[in-house]
């Protein structure tokens, strides 16, 4: 589960991380009430959606001109946002974050993740902040400095200063850093987090009467959905609406549903089976759509409502039904085929391709229902060929 800044920025708060204030409104005529909260001055404006690259969109704004300010508002609200992160319909900006502009001296990247090969949370730093981190670890992965932290102990103080030591800190601007950092190991333990991010977390200009502070400008954590059962308080966080659509209805389904940008559905019964089916999509030159699991005790109901989830994807110009009964029934499938069918409509071609437990009644009813649009296939290569062949 993935939350917002705003979100991220208060837990960094609460476990003791310096980040500078901040207001969040959902319109425009909340901006002069917010812009009054924080003092005016310098503001960086910045819009509150579930993906990144907002900089280089133009979703992070500064400016010290209240007008202008609204005016940027009004702009992120109504235009959605188009980044390297999301598609070119772009997301819709529904919350936007102000705050006190700072002055930055340099940028850093902070964050942390699990290595599934230490089977151990990894806290990673890089004096290369601000940009995008993906592209450091390509080009020069020396310039990113690990820790692996005991998943009992913690991250110790000798590691807090490893890693200042290797982004160049000292003094309070070490003290700080580590406060930050502890924050995040903190966060990410008792959380259950997948992955924290604070890029950048900078050092800001000093002025006569000091060198500069170090503050958590950015800020980005996701949570393991398996463990949310445990953190009721993490769960209120969630925002459906960031959520693609289908993704969520299949959920309600028990249905694990991920939408791609092919334009060949897949309907499968197992997560290894959906795989291979896309890889034989892939294989005979077509694009999977989306990947589709409707598990082994897969109902009628929601193998119909996996066909309407589907068919609801205006790319898909043809579905591939592909199911080994073991758990599954392939009479269960035709059945449920017959109704969507009938219910939704099939308006592009399905090729089915059944095998396994009741399949000889499941072929039976397939025939006897004598669908149009639907074509038999004898085996996975010979599924694969026809999809691609009718779309
Ligand atoms: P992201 O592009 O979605 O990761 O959004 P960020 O919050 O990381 O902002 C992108 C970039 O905008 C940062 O790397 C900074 O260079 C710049 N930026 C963000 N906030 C401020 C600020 O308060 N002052 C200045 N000078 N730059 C900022
Ligand atoms: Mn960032």
């Known amino acids: 589960m993935k939350v917002h800044e705003y979100q991220a920025r208060k837990l960094l708060q609460e476990a003791g991380a310096p980040v500078p204030k901040f207001e969040v409104i959902d319109s425009v005529d909340q901006a002069?009430?917010?812009?009054?909260?924080?003092?005016?001055?310098?503001?960086?404006?910045?819009?509150?959606?579930?993906?990144?690259?907002?900089?280089?969109?133009?979703?992070v704004i500064l400016s010290d001109n209240p007008s202008e300010i609204e005016q940027n508002?009004?702009?992120?609200?109504?235009?959605?946002?188009v980044s390297k992160q999301t598609g070119p319909e772009g997301v819709k900006v529904k919350k936007i974050l102000l705050a006190p502009a700072v002055e930055i001296e340099k940028e850093y990247y902070v964050g942390m993740v699990v290595d599934r090969a230490r089977g151990c949370p990894v806290m990673m730093v890089s004096k290369e902040g601000?940009?995008?981190?993906?592209e450091v670890a390509a080009k020069t992965p020396d310039a990113i400095v690990k820790e692996w932290i005991h998943p009992h102990l913690g991250i110790q103080p000798y590691q807090l200063r490893?890693?200042?030591?290797?982004?160049?800190?000292?003094?309070d601007h070490a003290k700080a850093t580590s406060k930050v950092m502890a924050a995040v190991a903190k966060l990410f333990a008792e959380k259950d987090c997948s992955l924290a991010e604070i890029n950048p977390m900078v050092l800001t200009k000093g002025n006569?009467?000091?060198?500069?502070e170090i503050l958590a400008i950015d800020a980005k954590f996701n949570f393991d959905d398996n463990a949310l059962f445990r953190h009721p308080s993490i769960k209120e966080l969630f925002d459906a609406t960031e959520e693609n659509p289908n993704e969520l209805r299949a959920a309600e389904h028990n249905l694990s549903y991920i939408a791609l940008d092919g334009n060949i559905g897949c309907l499968v019964n197992g997560a290894g089976l959906a795989m291979s089916t896309m890889d034989i999509i892939k294989l005979h030159g077509g694009s999977p759509a989306?990947?589709?699991?409707?598990?082994?005790?897969?109902?009628?109901?929601?193998?119909?409502?996996?066909?309407?989830?589907?068919?609801s994807d205006q790319n898909v110009k043809g579905i591939l039904v592909n199911i080994f009964g073991g758990i599954a029934k392939c009479d269960v499938i035709a059945d449920a085929l017959i109704h969507a069918a009938k219910e939704v409509g099939f308006k592009v071609p399905v090729v089915v391709r059944?095998?396994?437990t009741n399949v000889e009644r499941a072929r039976e009813m397939l025939k006897e229902a004598a669908i149009e649009q639907l074509i038999t296939a004898t085996d996975l290569t010979d599924a694969a060929k026809k999809v691609c062949a009718a779309v």
Do not use: W
């Not at 917010?34 to 133009?58: D, N, P, S, T, Y």
């Not at 508002?73 to 946002?81: G, I, L, S, T, Y």
């Not at 989306?290 to 589907?310: C, H, P, Q, W, Y």
């Open 162 to 171: 490893r890693l200042c030591d290797a982004l160049g800190l000292s003094g």
């Open 130 to 134: 601000g940009v995008e981190i993906e």
């Open 208 to 212: 006569g009467s000091g060198s500069g």
């Open 32 to 59: 002069s009430a917010a812009i009054k909260a924080l003092g005016g001055g310098r503001l960086v404006v910045k819009a509150q959606v579930h993906a990144g690259g907002r900089g280089k969109a133009g979703y």
């Open 354 to 356: 059944l095998e396994g």
């Open 290 to 311: 989306n990947f589709l699991d409707v598990g082994g005790s897969v109902t009628k109901e929601g193998a119909v409502e996996a066909f309407r989830i589907i068919l």
């Open 73 to 81: 508002c009004q702009r992120m609200f109504a235009e959605p946002m």
